[in-house]
């Protein structure tokens, strides 16, 4: 036995000693605090910005309902600062309700550990499966040099294109894309930048954030109605209220498109 399994064992999650209180669960604890706090839901929500529907999903241990992991977890902390509470024990005991919630794998239990021999075996064998297949490759590189050469046509010659003139929505900063995010309420955002560089973090009302890319930046908003978009120093209008937008996709493409009914409007 793990000594984390150990550890819990020892220290009994609070709603597992709460129990005379009504707390059968994480969520019956969680709403316990803030009832003896006299703390409404809608008063949470007015203030972090959170929509009631995932704040009634954490009372009542509804953790399908919630978004991403990161923006769930981020919800947990803003609820538990506003309430009182230590925000990284709450994350904690909401992670350990998730796993209790987890259904056991439909495949049965794990395997066992092959034993030193099998995979000496295993080892063995599959030592033999990649020699012979370089083998094979040396063989057929072989036989292509020594095969006689038929006859080519002339080479093309490549066309000639002339530079293409300078975009005109360049980013002041001399970055293809520029996305700046100006924040009127707390919102949590995520980006990734040109399809690799991820950033996550919540930003709070008259926070600013600047993005470079040099292709794309995609955005997730959990407060879409709080936030101020411009693109190379232009507004980029959304739709979403205060509601979560995922996976926007700003390109310097799309800036010059027509505009659609599925998101952001170009500029």
């Known amino acids: 036995m793990s000594h984390r399994r150990k550890e819990e064992e020892r220290k009994p999650r609070p709603w597992e000693i709460d129990r005379e209180g009504g707390a059968d669960s994480f969520g019956d604890w969680l709403k316990r605090q803030r009832n003896l706090r006299d703390i409404s839901l809608r008063e949470i929500s007015d203030v972090t910005k959170i929509n009631l529907r995932y704040l009634e999903a954490l009372e009542t241990n509804r953790f399908s309902v919630l978004p991403a992991a990161v923006f769930a977890r981020g919800f947990l902390r803003e609820y538990a600062r506003y309430v009182g509470l230590d925000p990284d024990e709450v994350v904690n005991y909401y992670s350990a309700a998730q796993q209790e919630q987890e259904p056991e794998s439909p495949f049965g239990p794990r395997p066992r550990r092959l034993h030193s021999s099998t995979q000496w075996l295993y080892g063995l064998v599959l030592t033999g499966a990649v020699v012979g297949l370089f083998g094979i490759v040396a063989a057929i590189s072989f036989w292509a040099e020594r095969r006689p050469p038929r006859d080519q046509p002339p080479p093309i010659a490549a066309p000639v294109f002339a530079p293409a003139p300078p975009s005109p929505l360049a980013a002041p900063s001399g970055a293809p ?35 470079t890319a040099r292709e794309s930046v995609s955005l997730t908003l959990g407060n879409a109605g709080g936030v101020r978009i411009e693109v190379n120093g232009r507004p980029f209008e959304i739709a979403g209220g205060g509601e979560v937008v995922r996976d926007l996709e700003i390109t310097l493409d799309s800036l010059t498109a027509p505009d659609d009914d599925t998101g952001g409007s170009g500029l």
Request: aromatic content about 6%; charged content about 30%.
């Open 177 to 211: 894309l520029e996305v700046t995010l100006d924040f009127t309420e707390n919102c949590w955002v995520e980006a990734v930048l040109d399809g690799s560089e991820r950033i996550s973090e919540l930003r709070v009302q008259g926070e600013s954030l600047r993005l």
